[in-house]
């Protein structure tokens, strides 16, 4: 990976866009896709938490929650494409910020990759078998591969205007739906119970929870998955430079997260009391448990809808993901951290094409790949995703390989939001700014307490899914791990052979009007 093309340093590149408010803020919800974490995390949630999973959402919600707070006040000072990246090279230096943007597309880049892997693989196929009574054959998922990554890709290089049409009216939709879905389950469910918020409440439970050392540990894992279904978070504010007002960032952040942790807490709720509360054991092993409690409360109607709307969901999730990943990759290639190939704009669409382009071929690679080298990890043959039958062992694969990409995406997601959390602390410090009255009171609770918070929290998932050892999470650590390793290699050899490149990282801040390319 080379920084320097020898061309010069084009600073005149910027994206152009006309983003309202509320496209800000559907471009928020699409990329963290509630309906299509409805049928996917919260399953695996449940895997580990159980009858808990309602709690894990909570705190997960809670935890994003406090970081509404750090990008609230960090975007204040910040708006480019770069997003995270350009506001942690205003509060810690170029280097960490380098580290955060390429930690920032891993993690766009293989949550959206889990996509087609989960719905195409496990969802799809178990909709069409309980509805239809039509058995799909095993290898479904790889042409899937084209409809959620490739598709939505092309959407992106079409231009932020008909992206946003499309999220807008999805965004608005998905939401309600789940709200409404939730509050049917919920006045119909005979479970209903707050125990399931009280982790000492579940003896009953302790043979399930052994294996993973007791409910706080199948409570951590569960929240990796709770906090995996924000993974998206932050998606508008790779958009600072197409919004027409910097403070749509501000709000898109703010609001996009309040209704989407309300929306998922209710319906981890409605789900586990919808299911049983003393039946969780097997929700995870019903394939699609969400969209069976659904039907149940719901009728046809409402579990076909769940189906539909989780599969638009997934559609608008790798839309919203692939172009925010892109956008940061732009960034970086503007400021010459990577070729500045990257930084190519479409003069049709006023794109970051190649940038978008390579995304696309990353999140297919990563899609394709894993699922195989999981099979083998699992004692199967190389072929055996395409040649098996024993749709069980294909499922088990498959929900490994989903759980692998996703664990991957969160321990990208934490990195990135430990140095956000550490960026407000230090910048406030730096500031010194001079606060009277109430504010003076608020001012180290906003700046310093509940960053430090929500930072504790990330740590305590980060333990929890190392030790004891549980596979595939614990490998999902290491390759991260690995991959960290790399990039600060990567970077000491940029700091020796190109400072210059490496202090100007992400320094662009405020480019909140768009200039359109000069066509000469």
Not at 81 to 103: D, M, P, Q, R, V
Not at 198 to 223: I, K, T
Not at 333 to 338: C, P, Q
Request: glycine letters at 8%; hydrophobic letters at 55%; aromatic letters at 12%.
């Amino acid at each position: 990976m080379n920084g320097i093309d020898g061309t010069a340093n084009d600073t005149a590149i910027r994206l152009h866009g006309d983003v309202g408010t509320w496209g800000a803020i559907a471009e928020e919800i699409s990329a963290m896709a509630p309906a299509c974490d409805t049928v996917a995390f919260m399953t695996s949630a449940a895997m580990f938490a159980f009858v808990l999973t309602p709690l894990a959402f909570l705190i997960a919600t809670l935890t994003m929650y406090l970081e509404v707070n750090t990008l609230y006040h960090l975007s204040k000072h910040h708006a480019s494409a770069g997003g995270y990246y350009g506001y942690i090279s205003t509060a810690l230096g170029s280097k960490s910020a380098i580290l955060s943007g390429l930690l920032y597309v891993l993690y766009q880049g293989v949550s959206t990759a889990a996509i087609p892997v989960y719905v195409a693989g496990i969802l799809l196929p178990g909709v069409v078998q309980y509805f239809f009574h039509i058995t799909l054959p095993v290898w479904i998922w790889l042409p899937f591969v084209a409809i959620f990554i490739v598709a939505p890709i092309i959407l992106a290089i079409a231009g932020i205007r008909p992206q946003m049409k499309y999220v807008r009216y999805a965004a608005a939709y998905e939401v309600a739906f789940l709200a409404i879905l939730g509050i049917i389950i919920i006045i119909h469910a005979p479970d209903n119970t707050l125990r399931v918020f009280d982790p000492f409440a579940w003896s009953s439970y302790n043979a399930e929870f052994r294996p993973y050392g007791g409910p706080f540990a199948g409570l951590g894992l569960g929240m990796i998955f709770g906090l995996t279904s924000f993974i998206g978070y932050g998606g508008s504010a790779p958009l600072g430079e197409e919004v027409r007002v910097k403070s749509s960032i501000t709000r898109s952040l703010v609001l996009g997260l309040l209704i989407v942790g309300a929306v998922l807490t209710e319906v981890a709720y409605a789900l586990t009391v919808g299911w049983g509360v003393n039946n969780m054991a097997s929700f995870a092993n019903a394939e699609i448990p969400g969209v069976i409690v659904a039907t149940l409360y719901a009728g046809i109607i409402g579990g076909l809808l769940l189906s539909l709307t989780a599969f638009n969901s997934a559609f608008s999730d790798a839309v919203a993901m692939q172009a925010n990943a892109g956008r940061v990759y732009f960034s970086m290639a503007r400021d010459r951290v990577i070729p500045q190939a990257f930084a190519k704009i479409s003069k049709r669409f006023g794109t970051p094409y190649v940038s978008l382009i390579f995304i696309a071929f990353i999140s297919v690679v990563m899609s394709l790949l894993v699922p195989f080298l999981v099979e083998i990890a699992m004692g199967f043959g190389p072929l055996y995703m395409i040649s098996g039958r024993n749709l069980q062992n294909i499922d088990n694969i498959l929900e490994n390989s989903f759980d692998l990409l996703s664990t991957m995406a969160l321990v990208g997601l934490i990195s990135v939001h430990l140095m956000l959390n550490t960026s407000v602390m230090t910048l406030f410090r730096r500031l010194k700014e001079t606060h009277f009255g109430f504010h003076k009171i608020t001012h180290p609770i906003e700046h310093y307490i509940l960053p430090a918070v929500a930072t504790a929290v990330f740590i305590f998932v980060l333990y929890e899914s190392v030790v004891p050892p549980v596979f595939p999470i614990t490998q999902a650590v290491a390759a991260v791990a690995v991959y960290i390793i790399f990039m600060v290699f990567y970077i000491m050899w940029l700091s020796r052979r190109h400072p210059d490149v490496v202090e100007s990282a992400g320094r662009r801040v405020n480019l909140i009007r768009e200039e359109e390319l000069d066509a000469k």
